[in-house]
């Protein structure tokens, strides 16, 4: 059947991407949807099973900085519209590995751009009607202290860690591309994302785990850190109205309006799971350890969404208690997961 748009999503198979791809299988049948992702650690086919055999989806295992497969991939589906979701994206993992974290976030960011630019410039009507969309990181503003304002927009970068430094440099070739060349860009940079199919090396899904087996909790310092917190459906909802209702060029803060101190998260994950599993709320409190602190930890992120909620009418939908309630069912249900 002839498709209305041809999406690629890179990093589908991915915490974020899979529910992305899922939103956008399920509700834009007449949109083919092909996911680009390279199967690394993080990515797993299986978290899109139920969409597997959707007429209207592709996936192809790819990496994204090879540029000749990716342009010719990009001519083969006639793709008009990329959701650039592919990254490494854990700060530990960037302080032991910085060379792979500027190879895929920087290089594979440029690999795409690069790609969309020759394609879409040598359609009859150009640019037009494509847009490449890129998603990116809260940390790119660096830290915050409480008193200080949240991130807007216009907040200055100021990256502490190869993970957020690679993140800056490929936000800053994705506008270098819009303002160089005229590609119709997108851009958001997004708070902490929590939810279902997380690779569990992340704080919740490991500490859920940890908890259920009353294996101790590794806190950071006096756990003091804030993070403001989004569901990941919540998130997939904001990259469909960004994707389709953003102004080209512009950039978007997406967040949960949600700070907690990573010690009070993780005192509400005990007593959400404890509650779940039939223990006394609160009684795994003695597994919490706190470790010394890691380089460079930013103290707090806290993110004002307000110009997404004006103008494209965005907001969270769920109460963080409600969300981690759902997280936590959700993990219960597939211990499979967390092995």
């Known amino acids: 059947m002839p498709y209305k748009r041809h999406l690629l999503v890179t990093g589908g198979a991915g915490f974020i991407g899979c529910h ?29 099973a139920d969409v597997a055999d959707r007429p209207n989806y592709r996936f192809v295992q790819g990496d ?12 083969a589906e006639q793709i008009d519209g990329v959701i650039h979701l592919a990254a490494e994206s854990h700060v530990d993992r960037s302080i032991r590995d910085p060379f792979l974290f500027a190879r895929t976030n920087v290089l594979g960011t440029l690999s795409l751009l690069e790609a969309a630019r020759r394609v879409w410039s040598e359609r009859a009507e150009g640019f037009e009607g494509c847009r490449f969309y890129h998603i ?6 660096g830290a915050l202290t409480m008193e200080d304002p949240l991130f807007t927009e216009s907040t200055r970068y100021d990256p502490h860690s190869p993970y957020s430094a690679s993140k800056a440099s490929s936000d800053h070739f994705v506008r270098a591309y819009h303002d160089t ?19 569990p090396e992340k704080l919740i899904p490991l500490f ?25 459906e919540d998130h997939a909802a904001a990259i469909d109205r960004i994707f389709h209702a953003g102004r080209v060029g512009e950039s978007y803060n997406v967040g949960g309006c949600n700070e907690w101190r990573n010690l009070d998260l993780v005192r509400l994950l005990i007593r959400t799971t404890d509650r779940l599993l039939g223990r006394a709320e609160g009684e795994d409190e003695a597994l919490i350890r706190h470790v010394e602190d890691r380089p460079g930890h930013d103290l707090r992120y ?11 009418g965005w907001e969270p939908s769920l109460q963080f208690e409600e969300g981690i309630e759902r997280t936590v069912r959700w993990y219960l249900d597939h211990p499979e997961w967390m092995r």
């Open 302 to 312: 806290a993110i004002d969404a307000s110009k997404l909620q004006r103008e494209l």
């Open 136 to 141: 990116s990181t809260d940390e790119v503003y």
């Open 20 to 48: 992305v791809v899922r939103r956008l299988v399920t509700a834009y049948p007449d949109y083919r949807v092909v996911n680009l992702d390279l199967l690394t650690y993080a990515g797993n086919p299986a978290n899109l």
């Open 181 to 199: 060349y005229g590609l119709p860009t997108l851009l958001s940079n997004c708070s902490n994302n929590y939810g279902p199919y997380q690779y």
């Open 208 to 232: 859920i785990s940890n908890i259920c087996k009353r294996q101790p909790l590794p806190v950071y310092g006096a756990g003091q850190n804030v993070r403001d917190w989004l569901y990941v």
């Open 64 to 75: 994204i900085c090879d540029f000749e497969a990716v342009e010719a991939l990009m001519r």
